[in-house]
């Protein structure tokens, strides 16, 4: 063999990587729940029956289409489930990103204004071809507004179709969201998945609930988020785009359908 040729070194088995997680050291989430570990200097997990391929096809897809300047998103390296016990685990293998977590520091306007970059930034990465509502590829939507097992739409009338069924049950008005168009939302933007780096850039974590949404969405979300943390809503809103009134009318209805979908059975 020349002296010069590289031995190409074998990337480890799901069944190693699923050893590697169990014996990790915990940095995040919870024994009873997704777990976040440190497997190397520059690699981390996320694991857990909550980690779904959505998640990592969302976190790649802003990972190819984002300037790093403004928004870092980490790297996915990949993604694969377990069965072996009995119920299904997804596992997110990623980069680990260094730098603070915002829930741990006192925000300043600089780092204000350079969330709102990011966040301005990810609703203009380009729309996937056929894209419906949700996830990238037409996956699963999940998170503040759908139901805990999620929901799936082909097609932006599937999306308005539901939100439309679940409020004449309790005989509100239609929805109208059609001129509303789809873009890039992360949708669970909360201080502890945002981090400072050093350069004073930003990385969004946790993209389990992001996917093509109208803006609003983020809206009804962020306004949500309001009693859990008053000052951080108030200032994301303040960067976001003022609703009209008819928007507003839009706007208190849409927390309405999911929890409709708990109490009743659509067949």
Same mark, same amino acid.
């Given at each position: 063999?020349?002296?010069?040729? &590289?031995? !190409?070194?074998?990337? !480890?088995?799901?069944?190693? $990587?699923?050893?590697?997680?169990?014996?990790?050291? $915990?940095?995040?989430?919870?024994?009873?729940?997704?777990?976040?570990? /440190?497997?190397?200097?520059?690699?981390?997990?996320?694991?857990?029956?909550?980690?779904?391929?959505?998640?990592?096809?969302?976190?790649?897809?802003?990972? %190819?289409?984002?300037?790093?300047s403004i928004l870092y998103v980490p790297r996915v390296y990949r993604y694969f489930e377990d069965h072996s016990q009995g119920s299904r685990v997804g596992y997110l293998i990623m980069e680990y990103v260094r730098g603070t977590r915002l829930?741990?520091? &006192?925000?300043?306007?600089?780092?204000?204004?350079?969330?709102?970059?990011?966040?301005?930034? $990810?609703?203009?990465? !380009?729309?996937?071809?056929?894209?419906?509502?949700g996830s990238v590829v037409q996956g699963v939507a999940r998170g503040y507004l759908w139901p805990p097992e999620g929901v799936t739409f082909n097609a932006f009338e599937d999306m308005q179709a539901w939100?439309?069924? /679940?409020?004449? %049950?309790?005989?509100?008005?239609?929805?109208?969201?059609?001129?509303?168009?789809?873009?890039? /939302?992360?949708?669970?933007? %909360? /201080?502890?998945?945002?981090?400072?780096?050093?350069?004073s850039s930003v990385c969004f974590l946790d993209w389990a609930f992001a996917g093509f949404y109208p803006e609003l969405f983020e809206i009804r979300y962020l306004r949500d988020l309001h009693p859990v943390d008053p000052a951080w809503s108030a200032f994301l809103l303040k960067y976001m785009r003022q609703p009209t009134v008819d928007e507003e009318q839009i706007l208190a209805v849409l927390a309405i359908p999911a929890a409709v979908n708990e109490r009743y059975f659509f067949g």
């Open positions: 063999m020349p002296a010069n040729m &590289e031995i !190409p070194t074998p990337e !480890p088995s799901d069944t190693l $990587l699923i050893q590697m997680c169990q014996s990790a050291p $915990l940095i995040a989430g919870s024994y009873y729940g997704n777990r976040i570990v /440190r497997l190397s200097d520059t690699l981390v997990a996320k694991y857990g029956m909550g980690v779904w391929s959505e998640e990592a096809r969302n976190q790649e897809y802003a990972y %190819v289409h984002t300037d790093s829930d741990s520091v &006192e925000i300043d306007p600089y780092t204000m204004e350079a969330v709102a970059r990011a966040i301005a930034h $990810l609703s203009t990465i !380009p729309v996937p071809a056929s894209q419906g509502p939100f439309n069924s /679940r409020l004449a %049950v309790v005989g509100e008005k239609r929805l109208d969201l059609i001129s509303h168009p789809l873009v890039m /939302r992360h949708m669970d933007l %909360v /201080r502890r998945n945002i981090i400072l780096k050093s350069d």
